[in-house]
């Protein structure tokens, strides 16, 4: 079965923090995703990876960042949280090519509280 | 402008019964269409995939339907269990598959005994 996991599901910081949000997955996947979701919103992608090193802004990238160092993990980078990215955070992966591609598989999410 | 709308915005159910959730998208050029159930506090989690060429695909109760053409899709659900509570989102990919996913705000589902 394909897991993806992330670093934590539940996450209380303080205005002003750096927040570091982990995920990694086991599939061998090219492609990761982060998304945030928001009542009435649905799913909004902020950055997208498809190789190591290698990343691609999303619809919503402003205040986050994000590293990919190996293939299997992709960080999210709040640099300094702030009230109004009070949200539910999910990590996504899937193959780059082909109708393998078609397939995203998500990790459970991190719900962050910025207080 | 690429956009997924899914009807209705919820839905209350007796346990046993049958619904259809309707996914109304106005993406190009469509690549795939998805289903993915999302139990609260869960990820999502995928229910069937369709490419252009498919019109129906069945995943034990739930059986998803896409009309290319009026670019509508549902979303059946056989004799409603409890656990199928949970919100359900459509999601249409436009173009090269795996980025570029167009999501619909998701139907919330609730099945009462």
């Known amino acids: 079965d394909v897991k993806v996991t992330q670093s934590s599901r539940y996450l209380v910081k303080r205005t002003g923090e750096k927040v570091f949000l982990e995920c990694v997955q086991d599939?061998?996947?090219?492609?990761m995703f982060w998304y945030r979701q928001d009542p009435g919103l649905g799913l909004r992608l902020i950055y997208f990876s498809y190789d190591v090193k290698m990343k691609e802004k999303g619809d919503i990238p402003e205040g986050y960042s994000v590293s990919r160092e190996k293939k299997e993990r992709f960080s999210l980078i709040l640099e300094s949280a702030s009230t109004n990215q009070t949200s539910m955070y999910l990590c996504?992966?899937?193959?780059?090519?082909?109708?393998?591609?078609?397939?995203?598989?998500f990790g459970p999410g991190t719900r962050l509280t910025v207080t | 402008k690429n956009q997924v709308e899914q009807s209705p915005q919820s839905l209350i159910i007796l346990e046993g019964k049958n619904c259809t959730l309707q996914c109304n998208y106005t993406v190009s050029p469509f690549s795939n269409l998805r289903w993915y159930k999302q139990d609260t506090g869960r990820g999502p989690v995928s229910l069937t995939i369709m490419t252009f060429s498919e019109n129906t695909k069945s995943n034990g109760r739930y059986t998803a339907t896409l009309d290319a053409d009026t670019k509508q899709s549902s979303l059946h659900i056989t004799a409603s269990q409890l656990s199928d509570s949970a919100s359900y989102i459509c999601v249409v990919s436009e173009g090269q598959a795996g980025t570029a996913l167009i999501f619909g705000k998701g139907t919330t589902l609730s099945v009462s005994s």
């Open positions: 996504a992966s899937s193959f780059r090519q082909g109708i393998l591609s078609y397939e995203q598989y």
């Open positions: 599939m061998d996947h090219e492609n």
